[in-house]
């Protein structure tokens, strides 16, 4: 019998995603990608890059490229960050093959088995994995409307002494908030002190509704004292394409020096064809286009489910207001669990992600994410009726 290693044990398959498999059946209502709808991807813009690219740069394309990125992608992608009020200059910037690589990355040069990772409850589904591989124990921090919560977060660094803390401060994936400016000074006053590696990822801080919110999407490394070891991830997915595998990390020089030897045991580099492409559409300048034309998209997105939720749900359910991203997130009537849920509703032709699968303890199921970002626009209200009918018969008011 083959004997895998302990690291791999961490990545079993659970039920629910057993369950999702379900979500693959053209004919079901999927809100559970949390990916962009194609319909949306830049592929006119891309058509102009790609017969536009000098020779030398398709060469380049197909060529292995430096660890750390592309030198031409590395210069456009620290204006565009600069342009954020980011410190570049005073940190170590490498491209990565999405952010979840740089949450591997960040996670293997700091954690030991044992180690503890303070994450968000709920937290981004795709890093409890990665903090499981590398053996380490978890503990979440409840999040209110504005961000975590003081006490609680204040008593876990105290008693936890973790060893890294993970946040998704920018329209959080799943609990769809966005952290106030007063509790971001608040979670930096905390740390500040501790020699807490802070790892802020923010994939989604582009993609907000209101122009009058763009304020809250400034990160906090942008502020903090430099005495904060923040680790800055952000992402070429939602603003380009996820398929684009492109991602950073901007943190202090000598944790991406070490991340850099990470990554060339991984990869040796990022795609560097992609990485031609994404440096092309920086400095042809159709980002800032490209985002009015998500942000207006998402927001009528947003707006739809929104309606069909206050529309179709009973009482008892609450979700939040989404100021930007991909989600929603619903809190259900006592009792009623998530998991239970999904059962009827993947039935009847409607799936989510359940509340459990972003419990970095595995425990918490009274909640839901629904993502908004790529059901087609038309079958979302049928969706949520599906959702709604759902829920009658798990409270065994109705039995068809
Ligand atoms: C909060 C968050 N972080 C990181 C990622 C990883 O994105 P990528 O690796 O595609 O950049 C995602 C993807 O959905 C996300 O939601």
């Known amino acids: 019998m083959l004997r895998f290693s302990r690291s791999s044990d961490a990545l079993q398959s659970s039920a629910v995603r057993e369950l999702m498999k379900a979500a693959s059946n053209p004919d079901m209502i999927s809100f559970s990608g949390g990916m962009p709808n194609p319909g ?91 903090f499981r591989y590398f053996q380490a124990a978890l503990r979440g921090v409840p999040l209110d409307s504005d961000g975590p919560m003081l006490r609680d977060l204040k008593q876990t660094l105290e008693e936890e002494k973790p060893t890294l803390l993970y946040l998704t401060p920018y329209f959080h994936n799943p609990a769809g908030i966005v952290y106030s400016a007063e509790r971001k000074a608040s979670v930096m006053n905390l740390v500040k002190g501790r020699d807490i590696p802070l790892l802020e990822d923010d994939a989604y801080g582009e993609l907000y509704f209101d122009e ?144 459990r699968a972003f419990d970095p303890e595995g425990q918490k199921d009274d909640c839901l994410r629904l993502s908004f970002s790529h059901t087609p626009e038309e079958r979302i209200a049928e969706g949520v009726r599906i959702l709604a009918e759902s829920m009658a018969v798990l409270s065994g008011k109705s039995s068809r």
């Open 40 to 130: 949306l991807f830049p592929v006119q813009e891309l058509d102009e890059i790609i017969s536009a690219l000098p020779l030398r740069a398709k060469q380049d394309g197909f060529q292995y490229g430096p660890t750390p990125g592309y030198p031409p992608l590395l210069e456009s992608l620290s204006a565009y960050l600069r342009s954020k009020g980011l410190p570049v200059d005073d940190n170590g910037l490498i491209i990565t093959a999405g952010s979840l690589q740089a949450i591997h990355l960040v996670t293997k040069v700091f954690i030991d088995p044992g180690d503890t990772v303070v994450t968000e409850t709920p937290c981004f589904v795709g890093a409890i994995p990665v």
């Open 212 to 355: 009058k919110d763009k304020p809250l999407t400034v990160p906090m490394k942008v502020s903090a004292d430099p005495s904060i070891p923040i680790c800055y991830t952000g992402s070429f997915s939602k603003i380009f394409g996820p398929g684009m595998r492109l991602g950073w990390l901007l943190g202090p020089k000598d944790v991406t020096a070490r991340c850099e030897l990470a990554k060339q045991g991984v990869d040796a580099c990022s795609s560097t064809y992609t990485q031609v492409l994404a440096d092309a559409f920086l400095r042809g300048g159709y980002l800032p286009a490209y985002l009015e034309r998500l942000r207006k998209a998402y927001a009528r997105r947003c707006q739809i489910m929104t309606e069909a939720l206050k529309a179709l749900m009973p009482e008892g359910v609450k979700w939040n207001a989404p100021k930007g991203g991909f989600y929603l997130w619903l809190q259900l009537p006592e009792g009623m669990n998530a998991t239970a849920l999904l059962e009827i509703a993947a039935a009847r032709g409607a799936v989510f992600v359940v509340g």
